[in-house]
């Protein structure tokens, strides 16, 4: 169980990779050996509430998640300050922790993304925990990690493939989502959104990524 668990963690560290940038054909190749570890992953368990052309309404459930800041460069952000904030949610997973514990992690891989009245940004990076943790996950040793209980939401969503490769294809699938929500006439949020990737970087195929956008009256 504990080789599963190492090895997992290590096919999410090429994962996340994935959000910002292609993966390597070797990589892929090395991290093909893992996949059995990542499918028993456990996702988080949200409700489909409605349906429209090309996306769809959930209640997301309020559950506590490992997350930590990410910064900015000239407004972007930067693979090597993406991979620095994954790794310290990994160091967490693998016991830098108040009980010293290696503990087990879910999907998706989620980006949170605040906006405030004057432009600038808080981006958060975060890893869903399992239900088996949930009620009292140990805390984090360092500074630079915190759990966020993320209240009960209500998101509108669509799904896309392939590889999201930088921060403007986010931005640009979060865009298209928000014109199409707005001709039907449905108000999201404009501070909040989130970015979440669910496969691994060895995955070429039916790729899953989504973008969240939050109902108004949703506070965080």
Same mark, same amino acid.
């Given at each position: 169980?504990?080789?599963?668990?190492?090895?997992?963690?290590?096919?999410?560290?090429?994962?996340?990779?994935?959000?910002?940038?292609?993966?390597?054909?070797?990589?892929?190749?090395?991290?093909?050996?893992?996949?059995? !570890?990542?499918?028993?992953?456990?996702?988080?368990?949200?409700?489909?509430?409605?349906?429209?052309?090309?996306?769809? *309404? $959930? +209640? %997301?459930?309020?559950?506590?998640?490992?997350?930590?800041?990410?910064?900015?460069?000239?407004?972007?952000?930067?693979?090597?300050?993406?991979?620095?904030?994954?790794?310290?949610?990994?160091?967490?997973?693998?016991?830098?922790?108040?009980? !010293?514990?290696k503990l087990p992690m879910g999907k998706p891989v989620s980006i949170?993304?605040?906006?405030?009245?004057?432009? *600038? $940004? +808080? %981006?958060?990076?975060?890893?869903?925990?399992?239900?088996?943790?949930?009620?009292?996950?140990?805390?984090?040793?360092?500074?630079?990690?915190?759990?966020?209980?993320?209240?009960?939401?209500?998101?509108?969503?669509?799904?896309?493939?392939?590889?999201?490769?930088?921060?403007?294809?986010?931005?640009?699938?979060?865009?298209?989502?928000?014109?199409?929500?707005?001709?039907?006439?449905?108000?999201?949020?404009?501070?909040?959104?989130?970015?979440?990737?669910y496969d691994p970087p060895y995955k070429f195929w039916r790729r899953?990524?989504?973008?969240?956008?939050?109902?108004?009256?949703?506070?965080?």
């Amino acid at each position: 169980m504990h080789h599963v668990m190492m090895c997992t963690k290590m096919v999410m560290v090429v994962m996340v990779v994935a959000i910002l940038q292609p993966p390597l054909t070797n990589a892929a190749n090395i991290f093909t050996a893992f996949s059995r !570890g990542f499918e028993r992953q456990e996702e988080i368990q949200t409700t489909v509430l409605n349906q429209g052309s090309g996306w769809e *309404s $959930r +209640e %997301v459930p309020g559950k506590v998640w490992a997350c930590t800041g990410q910064e900015g460069s000239n407004g972007q952000i930067t693979t090597s300050k993406q991979m620095a904030a994954f790794l310290r949610l990994f160091s967490y997973l693998d016991g830098k922790n108040s009980l !010293g514990q290696k503990l087990p992690m879910g999907k998706p891989v989620s980006i949170e993304v605040k906006t405030a009245a004057d432009g *600038s $940004r +808080e %981006v958060n990076a975060c890893f869903f925990l399992p239900e088996r943790i949930q009620a009292d996950p140990p805390t984090p040793t360092d500074p630079l990690v915190f759990l966020s209980q993320r209240p009960t939401l209500t998101i509108f969503t669509t799904r896309f493939g392939g590889f999201a490769t930088d921060e403007d294809k986010w931005m640009r699938e979060a865009r298209e989502l928000k014109r199409v929500l707005t001709a039907e006439g449905i108000e999201t949020r404009e501070d909040l959104q989130y970015w979440n990737a669910y496969d691994p970087p060895y995955k070429f195929w039916r790729r899953r990524n989504e973008v969240w956008l939050v109902k108004p009256e949703e506070q965080v």
